[in-house]
Every structure is written in structure tokens, then in C-alpha cells.
């Protein structure tokens, strides 16, 4: 069994979208004006955008890519700073890894 799909409910789809898409190689499927938004990856996941005014998720909520190596990891989290995102380096904890509070309002582990 395989997970196939997941809808994230955003306060801006267009901003998170972007996030998917210069960070973790997400192509946009289809748009419905700022409301709605279907990313997909080279593996088939589909990735639903909808856009909510106010969005509270625990803060254990996260959703995660994994990495072929550590190298990409630290790339990953080298081009978020740059970009201004507040991110700590990665560290080894169950894996080398980091999170990244992203548009939206929700976490982002990336990990190997």
C-alpha cells in the first residue's frame, strides 16, 4: 500500500505552491484561481492546496521528504537560508534532518 494523495488546507495556496515547487521539485497539475491548487512529484504523490483564513495545526504536525543523501539535505536546508526561511542546521536524531515551518502554516521535515 502506498499513500497517494494528501490535502493540506493553506492560508495562501499560491505562496505554499511555490514553496513545493522551488524546494522539493512539486509541479503544479492544475490551479483554480488562489483557492485550490494539484502539485504532483515524479513518484506520483498529489499534493492538494486549499486555501483556508485561518489554519491551526498541532505542532507536531508535519510532513516529511526524504533525501537520497545527506548532501541534499544540507543543500535543501543551504537554499532555504539563503532565502531568509528560519531554519537550524540539520542534525542527527533518528535520521540527518531538519524542519521548516513553510507557507501555510504546517512543518516540513526533510531528512535522510
Do not use: C
Amino acid at each position: 500500500m502506498k499513500l497517494n494523495h494528501m490535502n493540506l488546507a493553506v492560508t495562501d495556496v499560491n505562496e505554499t505552491r511555490a514553496f513545493f515547487e522551488n524546494y522539493f521539485n512539486l509541479q503544479t497539475k492544475s490551479m483554480h484561481k488562489d483557492s485550490f491548487a494539484i502539485l504532483v512529484d515524479e513518484d506520483r504523490l498529489l499534493l492538494a492546496l486549499m486555501k483556508n483564513k485561518e489554519v491551526s495545526y498541532p505542532n507536531s504536525f508535519h510532513i516529511g521528504f526524504e533525501q537520497e543523501s545527506e548532501e541534499q539535505v544540507n543543500e535543501i536546508n543551504r537554499k532555504l537560508q539563503e532565502d531568509g526561511f528560519n531554519v537550524k542546521p540539520p542534525k542527527r536524531t533518528h535520521r540527518w534532518t531538519f524542519y521548516v515551518k513553510a507557507p501555510g502554516g504546517f512543518y516540513v521535515e526533510v531528512f535522510h
